[in-house]
Structures are given as C-alpha cells and as structure tokens.
C-alpha cells in the first residue's frame, strides 16, 4: 500500500498535530471544566491502553503528523505515564512532543518527563491568586502548581507555557499580574478565550474577554510587539515586551478571530475516538478496529476517510450553534 505523504482534509489543511487524550480524569475540579466531585468516569476496560496509543501515534506519524501533544483529563494520573512519553519520544519522524497539564505533579516529575524525552510543558492556570484558585479549582493548591512550574522551568522543560482562559468577573482582574508573572519566570503566557465547551454550562458570551481587551490592557503597562511567526497553522498570536524583558505574551482567540482556516489538528479521545474538530457533533470509533485487530490498510483508510470528514470551521459565532455533547474534561484541548 502506497502512503500518502501528508493527511489533508477537503479544505486542502495538512494535519500535522495530533492530540492525545489518555485520561479523562482529573484530581481539579474547574468549575467550567469538571464542577462537580462525583464525577463519573470512562470505566477502565474503554480506555485506550499504551500500546493502542503508541499504534496509532506511529500510524499518524507515518502519515506525516510532526506534533504530538498529551492531554487528559489531568494526564499524570495515568500510571508510570513516563512509559509512554519514552515510547512516543522514540517514534521516527517525530519533531515535537508536548504536554498540557495543572502541573500539581510536576514538581517531583518534571525531570524524569525530561529525561523520557518530553519536550515542552503547558500548564493551565487561570489565577494567581490563591483564593481565587481554590474557589476555581476546589482546590487549595496554587503554590503546588508555582513550585511545580518553576520545576518544569528547572528541567529546561521550556518555554514552559501557560495557558489562562479569560474570563469576565472571574480572572479579568489578574491580565497585569500574569504578564507580570511571564516577565519574572521567562514563560509564555497565552490568553484563551473563554469557549462553550464547558461541563457546568456557564459560558455566557458577555462572559468572553478578547484578546485584544487583554492586550491593550497588558500593553497599556508592559508595551508589547508582535512576535512574527512563519507556521501559519499556530493558534497563538505571539507578542513580547517591548523593553526586551524575558517571556512573551500570546492570545488564543477562537470566539473573535478564529483560526479554523489553518488548522492542522485532529484529536485521539482516551477512549479511543478521533475528533477531527474541537466542536465536533460526530466521533469516529478508531478503538473497535484496533480492539479487533484490524490490519494495518484498513487503519490507514480509517483515518484518510475520518480527515476528509473533518469540519470547515466552528459555528460559535452563529446562531443555529449547538454547544458539543462531549465536554472538554474528556477531549483535552
Ligand atoms: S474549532 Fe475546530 S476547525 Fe477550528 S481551529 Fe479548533 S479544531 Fe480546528
């Protein structure tokens, strides 16, 4: 069988980013993310196991996918997770393998993510204000998280990325003091804007700050520049500190400048469902081949058709919009 050298879609946008969910579990509580403590999870016998994830990564590499990125769920709750990063690490034609995490396990994990051959670290943080955390988190846990991120910036996990999701009378008091924050470590902040894709159901659209209110707020203080980019497909609109202090400051902006029209990814949910968009009403169930030992064409024709599938763009800024049934807890950013 003759590989093609790239995954386009019908849009002609080459998939070079895959998303990996390996749990839908987390130990936070966010309170637009997981807002409940009873939970109920994917039972164990659903979730994909590290070999099938391995498989499949292998397979989109071959296609052409450069960029791995694990998420969860909170993905350090997977056992001996460094396992995995090793094996991922190791496949050929591989250029980038990250991770998104609350970092409350790095400080005693880092290095060893490092030494398995983790890239780059994103750690979301939507306040630094210890209150303020708990009361977003349920959890008391914001100096875990700093100590945590300083050990990632220790391990030359770098640059360590932080991503905040804005959001009207929750955080938007606290944009001076992240890009604060991103001066003193040399991290890379990046505001998100707040998407319905939310367990608690409450985004509101009056509750989405943009990234352009963010800059000129951060910029009206810390000037900033534009950081020029030359991968047209990247979400974040990078800018640094005019004065030329450390870190960089970046927006996400999917509700008022969305990026659909270059984007590169497709999503492998833990268990084991390819979502070729974020806001995707449709799932493709990879798992029952792979659980049925399908050969390998018949793996490769899964995914080329699943790709071609894949959404033009998203329709939040459209009225017939229907937020997804599946919450981002369990597709992982
Ligand atoms: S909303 Fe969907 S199509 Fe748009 S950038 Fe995100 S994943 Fe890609």
Redesign the pocket.
Known sequence: MILPITLKDSFGRTIRDLRISVTDRCNFRCFYCMPTEAMEWKPKAEILNYEEILRLSELFVSLGVNKLRVTGGEPMLRRDLESLIERLASIEGLADLAMTTNAHFLKTRARALKAAGLQRITVSLDSLEPERFALLTGRNELSTVLAGIDAAIEADLHPVKINCVSMRGINDDQFLKFAAFARERGAHVRFIEF?PLDNGKVWKREMVVTGEEVRAQIHAVYPLERVPSDNPSE?ARRWRFVDGAAGEIGFIN?VSQ??????????LTADGQL??????HVEHDIKQLLRRDAPIEELLDFILMTVEK?????H?NDLEFVQPLRTMSCIGG
């Open positions: 998407m979400t999917p969305p990026f659909c029209g270059a984007c590169s990814r497709i999503r979502r070729t968009c974020l806001f995707s894949k959404e033009e763009r998203h939040i």
